[in-house]
Structure formats: C-alpha cells, structure tokens
C-alpha cells in the first residue's frame, strides 16, 4: 500500500517521495496520465508543484478520472491550484509573487494542519493564486498575501497547500504530511528492506542474464550499489571497477580497497588511469567543459578494461551509483535546468540509458537513503559517513585560469559592494574568476566577493547574503582568514597539473584531519577545499575552505566552524610552501553550489 506523488516536472517532486519514505510509508512517482489500473494499492495521491502556470496551453496532461476515484488528495502550490481549478474553482495568473518565507495563519488546526500552531512558518514559489475556491471548499489558513494558502473539502479529503511542506524550511512540513499520511490511512511499515526487493525484481528483468560491470569510486553511493548488486545477481555476474582518475583524495585507492575488502568482496578490478585523465583536460578551464571531458574519460577507460579482461561488452552493462540529484541536477528530468553536469550524466552515458544499458539501483534515492541502504547491507560505518566526495574529484576543486583577467561588468559592482561592505566595517574586492551558482532554479558563472576585516558569523552572513541578492555579478562571497594583512594579488595562469593536484591534494587532507581532530567530522556534512589561482608572485597560490551543512544537498547553509579550528587550519595551511592565502567560502546554497565548479 503506497501514497502516489503524481510528477508535474517541480524541483522537489522526488524530495515529496523522499519525505514520505522517510515516514516509512511508501511512496512512488508516477506520472499525471497514470490510469487507475496502474493505481492499485494507492492509498492517496500527491499533486506535486511545477513550474507550468494552470492557463499553460502546454501544462502537462493528467488523467481527470483521478479526481473522482475517492482517494485522499493533497496538491501542492501547482498541485493545489489545478485541483481547485479542475474542481470549479478559478486560479487567478500572476496576481501575487511570494517567493521564500511566510506565516501561515492557521484558521482551521484539522486534516493536514492538524496539530499546527496558530502562526506557522511556510516556504512560498509562486506566481498565480487560487482565487475562488469549488464548491464544498472551505479555507484552513492563510498568508498575508495569500487568502487561500491552505483549502479543504472535508467530505472529499482532498487538500490544497500553496506552499511547499517538503522543505525543511517549512517548519511544520513534516508533520503536514504525516497528517496527509494518517489520513489516508496508509500504514507506515515500509523499510530499505521493501526498496532492496522491489529492486531485485526490476534489476534482473533489466539485465536478463547478462553482467554488470559497475564504476566504483569508492564513495557511498558506489559502494552501496556494488553491494547491492552482489547480492541480487551473485558475484559471477558483478565486477566493480574502480578508477584512480589521478583527481582522487589522498591514498584513497588503497583505502577504497581495503574498506571494500572488509565488507567482504573481492570482484574489484582496479586501474591507473591518472596519465589519460589528465591528457583529457589538458589545457581546459570551463568547468562544464571539464566535466564533460572527464565524464566521458570514464568510459574510455571502462572500455580499455573491458578488452584487457577480455570481457564482451554485450554481455556487461554498465553500472553506476547514480543517486537521483545527480539527475535533476544535470538538467535530467522534463523541466529542470542543467546546473552541472555530473560525470554520470555526459551525452555519451545518456545514449546507454536510453538504451536501457545503465543499471542504477539507487537513481530514485536521496543521499540519506543511500546511507541508510548501505548501513542495512553492512557497509562499514566509516565508509557510510564518509563526507560526499564527487566523480571529477579534484578536477572541478582546483581552478584554472588563462591568467587574463576576466573583468566585464564588474568595476561598476565593485563601488556598490565596497559601499555595502562599509555598513559592516568591512572591505570588499570582486575576485578575478569565476565559479558556478544556482540562482533562480538556473544556473549563473559568476564572481566570488573576497572581504576582510573584524567581524562575527552572524554579520558574515548578512553581508553575504546582500552581496548576492544586489549584485548579479556576484554569487559567492569568500572571507580571508590569512595572512593579515592581505597580499595584493592578481590571477596568475594555471591549468590542471600534478603539481597542483597534489598541492591541493596535501591541503585537503590537512583541512580534514583538522575536522577530525576537532570532533567536527559530523557536524559538517561536506568540506571541499578549492585552489584558485590568485597569487602575489606568480608562483603562490590560495584555498578556500568550503564547509556546508545540509541533507538533501539541493540547498546548504554555510557552517560557522569554531574559531579554534579555523585558526589552527588557517596556521597550517599557510605553512604549506605553495600557499599564501587561506579563504572561507561563506555562501549559502543558493545562491552558490557546494563545489566551485
Ligand atoms: P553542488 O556543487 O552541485 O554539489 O552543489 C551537490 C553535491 O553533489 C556533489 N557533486 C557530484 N557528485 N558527480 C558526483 O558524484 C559529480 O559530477 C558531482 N558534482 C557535484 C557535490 O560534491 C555535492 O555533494
């Protein structure tokens, strides 16, 4: 017995399924035209939001039987408004744009808002708003700007929620659903266990007899596939192979090795690959440009090990521990945008997939779902909360540069962030180089803002945030840590190399010992350490230390880490003979990703 999220193409429609997983009901995406045949078993249906507007000659087709097989319904913003449409109510377009925070006068605390306070805090995105609800409707809450935020028909039990419950900054979202969840009377048994079995039968339908050769990097997502699959088809018709791309940590090979040793599996097939790594992005500095590069060096390589094993491609599919942000991320499902291209995502995988030649037993999972598997199948501990570590590795963590400074629009930016900057006691320069953000649900290249001076978190933080939402030239704002004070330093030419992998390699491992040492190593979910080439000799480069916090990594904070910590990094990494400048990336998510690039 499950609850149906019905995809009409929203960022979070996989984050609803993720949420009531999470509640240990179960919960499947199905498409808007699924037929009630197909629904069996569904105790209750999800609408999901999307970003078409109800007037949308191409909003997507649904199946209007839904609405009348006597099941619970929630919709949510979208959701809510093509029910209340469909139902004899009227949507007004555009009227009111409430995007981010909002109170929720809660004028009803029954159905989904039982429980509720009177004033609740809500996540809004939306343009149009129901503005005449059908008929057996009555209103449950409210915004300021927003009169029917939250709608029901009690006799039906079909709800309508225009703002988001799936995010956590919708305080109370969690509850909301499991009222949703309650209602509907769908019991709240199901465990990784279920999602491991339904697998297994899909697994063997797809592959019919034939192998899996599977990409194992060594992080949890690969790892728990690896498993996963050895347990569903037998070691014979597994292999793992893990490539050391030359972009990897310090002695991760040996370390993969070792920890997937102890789980207790021996089909992995290990191969140097870092010379033809690094010929493939030699010379490149746009990230997306590398990406793609090192992605499709991936099965190149897969190929060559293919044939010195002397194994027949037709015979081995290929496997990857695909989660499902990497998809939406890389611009994978009908309406999202490409931020950046996974290296599981390139053009050349995306022809295997549509073949049907991919097996990726966990492409519909979250990050916390992966680790719960993984702890189910005895992963050990260590290898589970490992921090996320991505396929390009150190490639999109170390920046490149033609040395030529790439300054369009930015000298008229740089008097407005300096007067920004000045109602802090702060200074501010708009950096020479550029690294990725999401914004707006897009994509923006764009500057990093370097300050300095004396100042707290709290005021950091605002500071950042004003800098990012006032100037578009600016998406990432980075604080010096040392040395003060500041070298005058310009961008010097730098391209991907030994030298500097290693560089980078030596500070990355110094920043995590330091978060271990410090009892940080959980606190933080994700630490990257990133080289930019600014330089006051030409020969020096900096880092940027970039710890986030976050659980579903579509959206991060920045983490405040003690000052005990960030001093005593800060001392060693300037001690290490090549570095001059140590940064602390303090941007939220969005506006900037978690990796530079
Ligand atoms: P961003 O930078 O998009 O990162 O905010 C979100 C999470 O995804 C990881 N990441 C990747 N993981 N292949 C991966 O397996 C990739 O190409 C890739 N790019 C980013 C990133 O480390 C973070 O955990």
């Not at 039990?157 to 009222?179: C, D, W």
């Not at 680790?371 to 992963?379: A, D, F, I, T, Y």
């Not at 300050?451 to 006032?470: F, I």
């Not at 910590?565 to 990703?593: M, N, S, W």
């Amino acid at each position: 017995m499950s609850i149906a999220v019905l995809d009409f193409g929203g960022q979070y429609a996989h984050l609803i399924a993720n949420r009531i997983r999470r509640l240990h009901a179960y919960a499947r995406i199905c498409s808007p035209r699924v037929s009630l045949d197909e629904l069996k078993g569904v105790r209750g249906l999800i609408l999901s939001g999307g970003p078409s507007s109800v007037y949308d000659p191409a909003q997507p087709p649904y199946n209007p039987a839904l609405f009348d097989a006597g099941l619970p319904i929630l919709g949510l913003c979208y959701g809510h408004q093509l029910l209340c449409q469909h139902l004899g109510g009227q949507v007004e377009p555009g009227r009111t744009r409430e995007f981010g925070a909002a109170r929720l006068q809660v004028a009803k605390g029954e159905g989904v808002l039982k429980d509720l306070g009177p004033e609740e805090r809500v996540w809004m995105s939306h343009q149009d708003t129901v503005s005449r609800l059908p008929e057996g409707f009555e209103v449950l809450g409210s915004t300021d700007d927003c009169a029917m935020a939250a709608v029901y028909d009690p006799a039906r039990r079909i709800y309508g929620l225009q703002f988001h419950p799936e995010v956590s900054h919708t305080v109370k979202g969690m509850a909301i659903l499991e009222n949703f969840v309650a209602l509907c009377g769908c019991p709240r048994d199901w465990t990784m266990e279920h999602y491991l079995e339904e697998q297994a039968e899909q697994i063997k339908k797809q592959t019919a007899g034939r192998k899996v050769f599977l990409l194992v990097s060594g992080g949890v997502d690969s790892s728990v596939a690896f498993l996963m699959l050895n347990r569903i088809l037998g070691e014979d018709r597994v292999l793992g192979l893990h490539i050391d791309n030359g972009f990897m940590r310090h002695n991760e090979t040996a370390l993969v090795r070792r920890l997937l040793a102890d789980s207790g599996f021996a089909n992995l097939h290990v191969v140097d690959a870092s010379a033809e790594f690094l010929a493939a992005v030699e010379g490149i500095v746009e990230p997306e440009e590398k990406r793609r590069r090192i992605g499709a060096q991936f099965l190149h390589t897969r190929d060559r090990a293919l044939a010195e094993l002397k194994l027949d491609p037709e015979e081995w599919l290929l496997g990857q521990g695909t989660l499902y942000t990497d998809t939406i991320e890389s611009g994978g499902t009908a309406h999202a945008a490409v931020i950046k291209t996974h290296h599981n995502r390139v053009d050349l995988i995306e022809k295997l997939l549509a073949e049907g030649k991919v097996v990726e037993p966990l492409a519909q999972l979250y990050k916390d779902e992966a680790r719960e598997l993984g702890e189910q199948l005895g992963l050990p501990h260590h290898l589970v909360w490992r921090h996320p570590f991505p396929g390009p590795g150190l490639a999109v963590r170390a920046l490149c540069s033609d040395g030529q400074a790439d300054w369009q629009g930015v000298e008229a930016a740089q008097d407005q962030a300096s007067q920004i900057a000045a109602r802090f006691g702060l200074q501010v320069e708009i950096l020479p180089l550029r690294s990725v953000g999401v914004q707006g649900d897009g994509r923006t290249y764009a500057h990093p803002a370097l300050v300095w001076g004396e100042a707290d978190w709290p005021a950091l933080e605002e500071l950042s945030t004003e800098l990012t939402n006032a100037l578009p030239q600016i998406n990432r704002v980075v604080y010096l840590l040392g040395p003060v004070p500041r070298p005058a330093q310009r961008l010097k030419e730098a391209h991907l190399t030994r030298q500097r992998l290693d560089l980078l390699r030596q500070a990355d491992s110094l920043a995590m010992e330091a978060l271990e040492r410090h009892g940080l190593m959980q606190e933080v979910t994700q630490m990257p350490t990133v080289l930019v080439p600014l330089s006051s000799d030409g020969i020096q480069e900096s880092v940027v230390l970039r710890p986030i916090s976050t659980d579903d990594f579509m959206t991060a904070r920045f983490s405040a880490l003690p000052p005990a910590f960030v001093g005593e990094i800060c001392r060693q990494l300037l001690a290490v003979a090549g570095i001059e400048a140590v940064f602390y990336d303090i941007t939220h998510k969005p506006p900037g990703t978690v990796e530079w690039e």
